[in-house]
């Protein structure tokens, strides 16, 4: 058997930008260059978001606005209907789509009987469409937080919301086995650590009833949770010792200053590892773990970071797997890091993005945690600007 040495192990080049930009016309690319010139600034994103919301609330017509400009950059559409484009454009490259219907509705019956109708249209989509490998969804979509969290309190629920939070779990139920019966594969997304205990509880759940045949549910594991290795570690083996499938996305974690912030008000040590290497260390040993235990527990990394991609790209090479071996992708967000969904697409792996659809409107809260997400940091330019810049260059010089 050929055996790989350091010297023979894959590398993808992520600063390709040819590949990475290859479907966008030098208009498009031009349009995503000012995007992410203007984001870059963070006076200007601070300032932008002020009169975004301002003016949304006066009704001021900027919905076209939006629409054609940081709404196009990461969005697919408001409805599924209009993510067509995106979904075959993706297709076409050997990029999956999971649609995920991001609108941060208000709490009440009416928003959560809307949102699981939604989150079934995606599932009964993926259902019919190859070119869609899973569905995603938030419990903050169909369940109350406040109940999220008194459910991982001391005290736990009270009698007054046992009746309220049962109702939600029965959405969850009926949306897990839609998945399950039409045989396609669900995230469930990971949240505040005051309410992902719950989360993972019920996701648990789900997945005793649902992945005895093949991994169905996925949970989500933030890294930069000091618990979250020991998690991952202890759901494996329970996944074992319970014989089901283990579905797990890794990522690093969405809500580092919102944790910050309320373990300092509320005065709790944070959950949250104390700098990035130690995140960045758990996130390449959950992969590994994974890997480890590929029988077991199918997995997706969901992440922007070049070297854990490569990291894993190089340990499957190691262990002789496949490229697109059926239980480990990559996945990205659209409207980011292309170089790293195209290329590695291009080089044979399984790769997916997130395509965030909704009305304009109920969508602004995610495209602004984009848009601060893409600001400089400490006056450092943001990786996406940079590549889109070098592509520019590139082509004025082909
Ligand atoms: C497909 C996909 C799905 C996702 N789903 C979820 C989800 O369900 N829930 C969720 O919370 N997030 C989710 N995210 C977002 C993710 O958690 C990260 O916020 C984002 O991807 C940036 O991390 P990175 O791995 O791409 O790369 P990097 O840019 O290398 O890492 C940035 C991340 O490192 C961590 N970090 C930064 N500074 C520090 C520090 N000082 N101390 C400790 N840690 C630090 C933070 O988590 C930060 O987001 C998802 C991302 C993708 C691409």
């Given at each position: 058997?050929n ?5 023979t192990?894959?590398k993808?080049?992520f600063?390709?930008t ?7 016309s ?5 349009k995503?260059?000012?995007?992410f010139?203007?984001?870059?600034q963070n006076w ?7 009169f ?6 006066l009704h001021?017509?900027i919905?076209?606005?939006i629409?054609s400009?940081?709404?196009e950059q990461?969005?697919g ?5 209009e993510?067509e484009?995106?979904?075959?454009h ?8 999971i649609?995920?219907y991001s609108?941060e509705?208000?709490?009440?019956e009416k ?10 249209k ?11 490998p899973f569905a995603?969804?938030?419990?903050t979509?169909?369940f109350?937080v406040?109940l ?17 939070f049962?109702h939600s779990?029965?959405l ?10 039409l045989?396609?594969r669900?995230?469930i997304?990971?949240?505040e ?7 993972d509880?019920?996701t648990y ?7 005895k045949?093949?991994a169905?549910?996925?949970?989500t ?6 618990d979250?290795?020991?998690n ?5 083996q329970t996944?074992?010792d319970?014989?089901?499938?283990l ?13 910050r912030?309320?373990?300092h008000e509320?005065e ?11 995140t960045d ?5 959950g992969t590994?773990a994974?890997?480890a235990?590929?029988n077991q527990v199918?997995?997706c990394i969901g992440t922007h970071n ?7 790209i190089e ?8 490229k697109?071996?059926?239980?480990i ?7 980011m890091s292309?170089n ?9 792996y399984n790769?997916a993005?997130?395509?965030?659809y ?5 969508v602004?809260p995610?495209l602004?945690?984009?848009?601060e997400e893409?600001s400089s940091i ?7 600007f940079t590549?889109?810049?070098?592509e520019?260059k590139r082509?004025?010089?082909?």
């Amino acid at each position: 058997m050929n055996k790989t040495t350091a010297s023979t192990l894959p590398k993808i080049s992520f600063e390709d930008t040819k590949i990475a930009f290859s479907a966008k016309s030098n208009y498009q690319l031009k349009k995503a260059y000012w995007i992410f010139a203007l984001m870059n600034q963070n006076w200007l994103v601070k300032l932008g978001t002020f009169f975004i919301k301002l003016f949304l609330f006066l009704h001021f017509p900027i919905k076209k606005l939006i629409k054609s400009t940081i709404f196009e950059q990461f969005c697919g559409g408001e409805t599924i209907q209009e993510c067509e484009a995106t979904i075959d454009h993706l297709h076409k490259l050997k990029i999956g789509t999971i649609l995920d219907y991001s609108v941060e509705g208000e709490e009440n019956e009416k928003s959560f009987q809307t949102t699981k109708q939604e989150i079934l249209k995606t599932i009964q989509k993926a259902h019919e469409n190859q070119a869609i490998p899973f569905a995603v969804f938030k419990m903050t979509g169909i369940f109350q937080v406040e109940l999220l969290e008194e459910f991982q309190t001391e005290s736990g629920l009270s009698e007054e919301n046992t009746d309220a939070f049962n109702h939600s779990k029965e959405l969850l139920a009926e949306i897990c086995q839609a998945a399950h019966d039409l045989k396609v594969r669900l995230f469930i997304d990971a949240e505040e650590s005051w309410i992902q205990n719950t989360i993972d509880q019920l996701t648990y759940e789900m997945m005793e009833r649902f992945n005895k045949e093949q991994a169905i549910i996925y949970n989500t594991f933030q890294m930069y949770r000091v618990d979250m290795l020991d998690n991952l570690s202890l759901a494996i083996q329970t996944a074992k010792d319970k014989n089901y499938f283990l579905g797990v996305k890794l990522v690093r974690g969405a809500y580092l200053e919102k944790e910050r912030q309320r373990a300092h008000e509320d005065e709790y040590s944070e959950p949250l590892h104390k700098d990035k290497e130690h995140t960045d260390h758990d996130f390449n040993a959950g992969t590994l773990a994974c890997l480890a235990n590929i029988n077991q527990v199918h997995f997706c990394i969901g992440t922007h970071n070049e070297q854990s991609c490569q990291l894993l790209i190089e340990e499957m090479a190691k262990q002789n797997m496949a490229k697109n071996h059926p239980n480990i992708y990559f996945a990205q967000l659209l409207g980011m890091s292309d170089n790293i969904s195209y290329n590695l697409a291009a080089a044979g792996y399984n790769v997916a993005k997130y395509v965030p659809y909704g009305p304009v409107e109920s969508v602004m809260p995610y495209l602004f945690r984009r848009a601060e997400e893409n600001s400089s940091i400490a006056g450092q330019t943001s990786r996406e600007f940079t590549l889109l810049l070098n592509e520019v260059k590139r082509r004025k010089n082909a």
